[in-house]
């Protein structure tokens, strides 16, 4: 990776987000104080959405992150490769984050194993530094790096968790899922439906979402609903369009599925 083309990590177009409480002032504040951030909420709610949107307000290169158990420190960090003239050094992503200055969104961070974890440690406090171990190299963080982490709460065994030495180096902001007007107009405009149709929608959702706890795991997400309305868009029939993109991903259990199906029989 050329750690030097920052171009390429920027947001040229706006993306729409649309702000649901007073996040955006928020990590605006935190961006100018280089907290590091921690956005908490369901799978689906607009969390990555949001950071998207901060970088491209903020004129930062966001470098996303996807975590998982198999990820080693090295492939966040980077690592020597072999080539036909020997090895050379290849940055990782939060090496190159934190060299052009960039925000670095480390995504469902919690599925990382903590030994990978860790390495984010000195970059999230008073040291912003990235020690680079196997080049024997100590990385000072540029003026303008930030890191951010994602992460859903409540679908975490306590074996996931994030050990308190981390969460303790960072704010968070908590995202659920928008108030009904702003959940509407965010379906209508991102699946292309009429408000009417999107309300439909959402209010089928919110039935889904007080039978969390009672045999489902979590709600239906917005990006269920806009994956619905999309689908609606394309011309599917609404019963249809919801089955497919609402009721079947969501649950295998059959009386689960007949409520939901109840659910939207109600408005279709
Ligand atoms: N406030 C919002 N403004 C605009 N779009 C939104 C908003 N909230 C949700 N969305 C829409 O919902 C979709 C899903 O949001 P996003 O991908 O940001 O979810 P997420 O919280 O990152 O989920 P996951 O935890 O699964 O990664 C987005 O693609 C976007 O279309
Ligand atoms: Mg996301």
Redesign the pocket.
């Known amino acids: 990776m050329n750690s030097d083309s920052k171009e390429q990590y920027l947001i040229e177009k706006e993306?729409?987000?649309?702000?649901?409480h007073d996040e955006i002032s928020l990590y605006e504040a935190a961006y100018a104080a280089r907290l590091p951030m921690m956005?908490k909420?369901?799978?689906?709610?607009?969390?990555?959405?949001?950071?998207?949107?901060m970088a491209w307000r903020l004129k930062r290169p966001l470098i996303t992150v996807a975590c998982n158990e198999d990820m080693t420190a090295s492939d966040l960090v980077g690592r020597f490769l072999l080539d036909k003239d020997g090895t050379k050094w290849q940055d990782g992503p939060l090496t190159t984050a934190a060299r052009i200055g960039a925000i670095c969104y480390l995504?469902?961070i919690v599925e990382a194993r903590q030994d990978t974890t860790v390495v984010i440690h000195p970059l999230t406090d008073h040291r912003r530094t990235l020690p680079l171990d196997k080049k024997g190299e100590l990385i000072q963080a540029h003026p303008d790096f930030q890191l951010v982490i994602?992460?859903?709460p409540g679908y975490q065994s306590s074996m996931k968790d994030l050990k308190q030495s981390t969460k303790q180096r960072f704010g968070a902001l908590d995202?659920s899922y928008?108030e009904r007007t702003?959940?509407v107009e965010?379906v209508a405009?991102?699946s292309g439906v009429s408000e009417d149709m999107a309300e439909k929608l959402v209010s089928i959702a919110e039935r889904s979402r007080n039978l969390k706890g009672h045999g489902l795991d979590e709600g239906l997400?917005?990006?269920m609903l806009?994956y619905a309305g999309a689908l609606i868009q394309k011309g599917v029939a609404p019963i249809a369009a919801c089955s497919m993109a609402l009721v079947r991903p969501i649950t295998d259990d059959p009386d689960m599925r007949d409520a939901l199906d109840a659910a939207v029989g109600t408005f279709f």
């Open positions: 993306p729409y987000y649309k702000e649901v956005v909420g369901p799978t689906g709610c607009g969390k990555s959405r949001f950071v998207e949107y995504d469902e994602s992460f859903n995202f928008p702003i959940e965010i405009h991102e997400s917005t990006r806009i």
